[in-house]
């Protein structure tokens, strides 16, 4: 870190410079306030020190972070927004009472009441209408496979038949990248797998013990595509493999030959699109 660098964040944010200015300038005014109220209004000390902590954490996180795996600032500004929201809130929701009291015999306070609660309730109000098609609920459900019945009923049969075989062991699929479609069986299912998603958030979360993490990719890579027959045995040994899943993400990845596992099992199901191999 150096005095350019930082200038260069500075010039990188351009029009948000107002805001941020305004954020600043809020820090300093809640700062000074704690110091000029009365010495023994505690309870009004700690309210614009919850203002003054609030925006400092929220002005910080737009000019520092803390370089992750990830090579961005979203964790920093997802972990320091969520205990400044929790400050923000309580200042606010404090001085909202305040200024019900303090107006509350002027002909005004009726108006600086409702005008406050409209603003407040614009975003839940607006929000809730977008989310949910003009509050139409037909075909809405909190079942998450419903989605997945509908547009890919081939591989939602086959995730359901082996719910309802599946007694002990792993299952192998192919291995996929954070935040997608992969490992769908595994997630839809609950029956575990060898290794899930294996993109950088994962790896992140597990600190130093990343290698093992890449050692099971690397199993199933080559469970998938290598040749030899004894360590094919091994790893479907180590593992505890008891059923394989042969689905378009495997057969895309790997370009599998259809028989590859039936010198280790048998196929116990089959549709369009899957095939499902139990292993001796």
């Known amino acids: 870190f150096s005095l350019s660098d930082l200038l260069t964040e500075i010039r990188l944010r ?3 410079l107002i805001s941020l200015t305004f954020i600043l300038l809020t820090f300093v005014l809640s700062l000074i306030m704690v110091f000029q109220v009365n010495k023994d209004d505690k309870s009004e000390k700690f309210n614009y020190l919850l203002l003054s902590m609030g925006t400092l954490l929220i002005f910080t996180c737009e000019l520092f972070f803390l370089k992750d795996a990830m090579q961005g600032r979203y964790n920093t500004v997802f972990k320091s927004y969520f205990i400044a929201w929790i400050l923000l809130s309580v200042f606010l929701s404090t001085n909202f009472l305040k200024t019900i009291v303090s107006f509350k015999e002027t002909k005004y306070s009726l108006f600086i009441v409702l005008s406050f609660l409209i603003i407040v309730w614009v975003y839940p109000v607006t929000s809730l209408f977008n989310r ?3 509050f139409n609920t037909s075909g809405l459900t909190l079942n998450g496979l ?4 509908k547009t890919n009923p081939e591989e939602f049969k086959a995730i359901e038949w082996l719910k309802q075989n599946y007694s002990s062991g792993l299952i192998l ?6 935040y997608s479609a992969d ?3 595994s997630a839809y299912s609950g029956i575990p797998t060898v290794v899930g998603w294996t993109g950088v958030h994962e790896l992140q979360l597990r600190g130093g013990d ?3 993490v890449l050692q099971r990719l690397d199993d199933v890579n080559y469970l998938f595509s290598g040749s030899d027959r004894h360590k094919l045995r091994e790893l479907l040994t180590k593992y ?3 059923f394989v899943y042969l689905g378009p993400t495997e057969q895309n990845k790997y370009q599998l030959d259809p028989g590859r596992f039936e010198k280790f099992g048998k196929r116990v199901y089959r549709n369009e699109k899957v095939s499902i191999y139990k292993i001796n």
């Open 173 to 178: 699929e192919a291995s996929g990248n954070d």
């Open 240 to 242: 505890d493999i008891k």
């Open 146 to 149: 419903d989605f997945y019945e």
């Open 210 to 212: 990343s290698e093992r």
């Open 183 to 185: 490992n769908l069986v």
């Open 14 to 16: 351009g029009s948000s």
């Open 132 to 134: 949910t098609n003009g």
